[in-house]
């Protein structure tokens, strides 16, 4: 489970001032998929960005798995990053000169786990995703589809309870698009939250819940 609440995150200062993200009280329990729909500039990557605890709210707090957030503690947000919260980004964010498995292994290491061990769990990470026969290409050389399938096996590497995806269809066709809502909907199905920030229509299927950001602010839409 993964909870906001007051938060307030302001950009600039006077008539240049932005609310990027004025959010009361946000919950997801596991087992949700939650879409976080709106136009660009609404914010929503500012929310995905302060659930991953990868920018502090100037005003709010966050709470992952029962645990408050201490933004000063590095110790524990290093622990929360790796251990309860997968992060797929739009653009990847892959190591190109690294194998398939190689990059699922880098997230396995930042957990002590290496060696032999790391490299037969990146296989059965692989596998999972269709890539088996992939595991030991560079990522350089890979599909769209298949280098957001690798992120999506990094970004599970240590089952984390939490995963959150930034626009994670936005480079892919559509027969891939449906590919990852529907491995996006089985991740929440096993227990897991899910947020997803996306314009893609193709996702919205495969929600439990659906939200409309704009202007920082949040609302439901009704699915
Ligand atoms: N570091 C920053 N400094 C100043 N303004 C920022 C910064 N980051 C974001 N903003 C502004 O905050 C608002 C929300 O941005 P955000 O990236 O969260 O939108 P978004 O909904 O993710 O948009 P998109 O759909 O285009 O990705 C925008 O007006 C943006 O210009
Ligand atoms: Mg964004």
Redesign the pocket.
């Given at each position: 489970m993964i909870e906001a609440y007051g938060i307030s995150h302001e950009?600039?200062s006077g008539p240049t001032r932005?609310v990027?993200?004025s959010v009361e009280h946000f919950v997801v329990s596991p087992g949700e998929l939650v879409l976080l729909e709106?136009?660009?500039?609404?914010?929503?990557?500012?929310?995905?960005?302060i659930l991953g605890t990868l920018l502090q709210p100037q005003v709010g707090q966050v709470r992952i798995a029962g645990r408050e957030i201490n933004w000063r503690d590095t110790t524990l947000l290093e622990h929360m990053r790796s251990r309860l919260i997968g992060f797929v980004f739009q653009a990847f964010n892959l190591i190109e000169a690294l194998t398939a498995g190689q990059n699922v292994e880098v997230a396995l290491n930042a957990a002590d786990i290496g060696g032999q061990a790391a490299r037969s769990h990146a296989r059965l990470l692989l596998e999972r995703f269709g890539l088996a026969d992939r595991t030991d290409t560079r990522v350089s050389v890979l599909s769209g589809g298949e280098r957001q399938r690798v992120a999506l096996a990094r970004a599970l590497a240590l089952t984390p309870p939490v995963l959150l995806a930034?626009?994670p269809t936005g480079n892919l066709d559509s027969e891939h698009g449906e590919d990852v809502g529907r491995l996006l909907y089985g991740l929440a199905a096993e227990g897991r939250s899910v947020i997803v920030?996306t314009?893609d229509p193709r996702l919205e299927r495969f929600a439990t819940r659906r939200l409309r950001?704009e202007d920082?602010i949040l609302t439901a839409l009704t699915v």
């Open positions: 950009y600039g932005i990027a993200c709106g136009p660009s500039g609404s914010g929503k990557t500012t929310l995905i960005s930034d626009e920030a314009h950001m920082g």
